[in-house]
């Protein structure tokens, strides 16, 4: 357990013979389950539903809005899809140990989103189609993020491995001009990438602040005697919403007129207070 997780978030979400599930665990299931179903309608030959599910740039833009959402639901079988099943149980485990579930499942619907959404804004210029699991590969991004010196396969450590298979798939969807496949696996990665090394504490999100509103006063009998009178009130919160000012943007950004209201409010407080 670390410090990003509470006890909670790492306990197994259900438990079958007596072996934990966690949501890692979960997610593949659920994939593999649409993986069966998949291959059941089409062994059936009744694949026409996959069209009511998949993404399509020009059926979501018309409302058909739930296509982002179940484009993942549609799994051909295939060694690939295999192969994204073991990175999502071995690497997603891996991530949801050192954050917890809620992270990880909410890292998971992150990346689970954004294919769709890129594809939708590229739809406004030109068709997009995509359908199947998508994600599998960012996680190990997420993974060679957080433990970047841990060892794979042949010695070489997860760094290297991640830089060396982002650099593969770009030159494949260059190669094959699939520059659409190359700005998802660029989008998964980074936000991956981005995703850890925030949670890591390594950079804060900007924080909006609202305009400096000054507060009404009003007096109140029977107060304290030592209370600053209204006017005195007046000068203190203009004093502070130029010294926050001062603090955003450095005093440069002060114009001559709140320069002169700055030093006669602090001229006028020294007066009140001469041992200051």
């Known amino acids: 357990m670390n410090e990003y997780s509470s006890a909670d978030d790492n306990l197994p979400v259900a438990w079958i013979r007596g072996y934990p599930l966690y ?17 059941t309608f089409m062994w059936l030959e009744a694949t026409a539903w996959f069209g ?28 690939w899809f295999a192969f994204d ?5 071995v690497f997603g485990r891996e991530i949801e140990r050192f954050f917890g ?30 359908r ?25 450590v997860a760094k290297w491995a991640a ?26 990665s980074a936000f991956a990438y981005a995703a850890v090394r925030y949670e890591r504490g390594a950079f ?23 209370a600053p009178a209204p006017r005195e009130a007046e000068i203190m919160a203009e004093v502070d919403a130029l010294l926050d000012k001062i603090a955003q943007s450095g005093i440069s950004s002060l114009t001559k007129d709140e320069r002169e209201r700055l030093d006669s409010a602090r001229k006028r407080l020294a007066r009140r207070d001469p041992g200051r």
């Open 204 to 226: 804060e999100l900007p924080r909006l602040r609202l305009p400096w509103r000054r507060p009404r006063l009003r007096v109140i009998e029977g107060g304290r005697a030592d």
């Open 52 to 79: 009511w599910v998949a993404f399509e740039s020009p059926r979501v833009l018309k409302g058909e809005a739930w296509r982002v959402a179940t484009y993942g639901l549609v799994n051909e079988p295939s060694l």
């Open 132 to 156: 199947g699991e998508t994600g599998a590969f960012a996680l190990f991004i997420a993974f060679a993020t957080l433990y970047p010196d841990a060892v794979m396969l042949f010695g070489v």
């Open 101 to 130: 579930r809620r992270k990880f499942l909410a890292l998971c619907g992150c990346l689970y989103l954004i294919p769709p959404i890129l594809y939708a804004v590229v739809g406004l210029w030109m068709p997009t189609y995509l």
């Open 23 to 39: 949501a890692a665990h979960m997610v593949v299931l659920a994939f593999v389950a649409s993986m069966l179903v998949t291959s």
């Open 85 to 89: 099943m073991v990175m999502i149980m």
């Open 163 to 188: 830089v060396a298979l982002v650099g593969l798939f770009t030159v494949m969807a260059f190669a094959y001009h699939d520059w659409l496949d190359g700005a998802r696996l660029w989008a998964t």
